[in-house]
């Protein structure tokens, strides 16, 4: 084995030499003398196994060539397909940015008697829900405490603390809040609580002080009355889930209300700037 590892010239040169007496046996005419005879059944089997050989070795270096070059091609098609993953990812955001700053938009040309400014969120308290957050505005651009912050789809609660460049907003689910609102429908008012513990699936408040024979019903929507001095009248603040007795003696019931902006995909906020000046909104 020493040998063949040490004269590869040798090597070559015999297996030409089998190659050319195997072409002199089998140009010959079948019924070869006995000497052809004799070197043919010698070089046969020789051959075969040179003949074997050489495909087999054929085989190996089309197979190591061919599957680096599959891999190299599939490496390269990977590459391609996360390029194209990350480019659409980075599209369908655009596009939903696009969306929700065109419904910003939409909201503040639909209510021009408000002055507004639109604020991102840039921080949240522990937790899934927006209870507490903090808006990438402040003094900066004239923003107070109290002041009012909306979303297009409705109330989202007020400023709790003004910083020079950022802001704290109080939401409605925070149990601190309480607001008046008054039912679309019947026209009656209630007390509006956050309430973040009610329900782990998603953001509820609590509607309190209703009266036993008032006819509040799923679905009623409530908005802000106006009352309190704090939030302009007619913002909607969601609608009513479900109904029930405080107590078996109490003239009251207590209701579920599901808040009309989803506090878990707070991103953008509108703040009203103009609570007082402004002409509140037709019911």
Not at 208 to 215: E, F, M, S
Request: charged letters at 20%.
């Amino acid at each position: 084995m020493s040998f063949f590892k040490k004269h590869p010239v040798w090597i070559g040169l015999i297996a030409v030499t089998i190659v050319l007496i195997l072409i002199f046996v089998t140009n010959g005419s079948k019924s070869g003398t006995p000497a052809e005879n004799a070197v043919g059944s010698v070089v046969s089997p020789i051959m075969g196994g040179f003949s074997s050989f050489t495909r087999n070795a054929g085989n190996w270096f089309r197979t190591v060539f061919g599957v680096s070059d599959i891999q190299r091609e599939n490496a390269a098609l990977k590459d391609q397909v996360e390029k194209l993953q990350s480019e659409a990812a980075t599209t369908r955001e655009f596009q939903k940015e696009n969306e929700r700053l065109k419904k910003i938009a939409g909201y503040v040309e639909e209510n021009g008697n408000y002055d507004t400014i639109t604020a991102p969120v840039i921080s949240k308290s522990q937790g899934y829900w927006f209870d507490s957050f903090l808006i990438g505005a402040g003094r900066n651009v004239g923003l107070k405490a109290g002041m009012p912050v909306v979303t297009p789809d409705g109330l989202v609660g007020r400023i709790s603390e003004v910083n020079a460049n950022w802001s704290k907003v109080e939401s409605i689910i925070d149990p601190i809040c309480q607001l008046s609102g008054i039912v679309e429908r019947t026209r009656d008012y209630v007390v509006v609580q956050g309430d973040t513990t009610i329900d782990a699936d998603e953001s509820v408040c609590k509607v309190n002080y209703v009266p036993i024979d008032n006819d509040l019903l799923p679905n009623d929507q409530i908005k802000t009355s106006g009352l309190n001095g704090i939030y302009p009248k007619g913002l909607v603040i969601g609608t009513i889930l479900s109904t029930s007795r405080v107590g078996e003696a109490s003239g009251e019931r207590t209701a579920q209300l599901k808040p009309a902006v989803d506090f878990s995909m707070l991103e953008e906020v509108i703040v009203i700037r103009n609570v007082w000046d402004e002409i509140h909104l037709e019911d």
